[in-house]
């Protein structure tokens, strides 16, 4: 009898030297190290877009993402955030018809932004917008592309019910503190 033995595994990028994120006109954040923690997180968000209706989403994802990790946002005008919201500008969205693109924490020259086409409710609803939302917040927490199409790390979302699955939550809490309540996958509430 043969048996196959399936393995999923995140898709980790590996690079021969250090790799540095895009960059833009945009003020940094100054206090992008609490992205870092391991533990309870205070995430001062700058809304630096143009957009009131990707906002409104982000706002929303900013939620969702609190019922998950240990993380308390709120609104920094300042310098001081640790994140910002930035309308994209030039050719940071170039790749594969992008529609936003957050940076990287590990990589070099993290300034703590995530930057959204400022025309994306023209073309997308405000559940994509919210899902693509959560999607790029995925990635400044520290996830990267998951080979399961259910899942909201999956390059793309492409039947809109989407999940945080076992493969997201495992590298999660390698980085970071999830709350008590988190078991099993969770639903990405639209």
Known sequence: ???????????????????????????????????LRTGHMSIGVRFDT???VAAVALRKAL???STVLDVEFHEDASQSCALAIVDATGNILT???DVARAQFTDWDNFQGWI??????????SSEEIYATAIHELGHIFGLVHNSHPSSVM????????????????????ARHTLRPAVHG????DR
């Open 1 to 35: 009898m043969l048996r196959v033995l399936y393995l999923f595994a995140i898709a980790v990028p590996v690079f021969a030297g250090p790799r540095a994120n895009w960059s833009g006109p945009y003020q940094p954040c100054l206090n992008r190290n609490q992205l």
């Open 50 to 52: 143009t957009n009131p």
């Open 63 to 65: 939620h969702f993402w």
């Open 95 to 97: 790749e594969n018809n």
């Open 115 to 124: 930057a959204f086409d400022p025309h994306i409710s023209e073309y997308m």
């Open 154 to 173: 999956y390059y793309i979302d492409a039947d809109g019910s989407s999940v945080l699955d076992e493969v997201d939550l495992d590298a999660l809490r």
């Open 185 to 188: 996958p969770v639903p990405i």
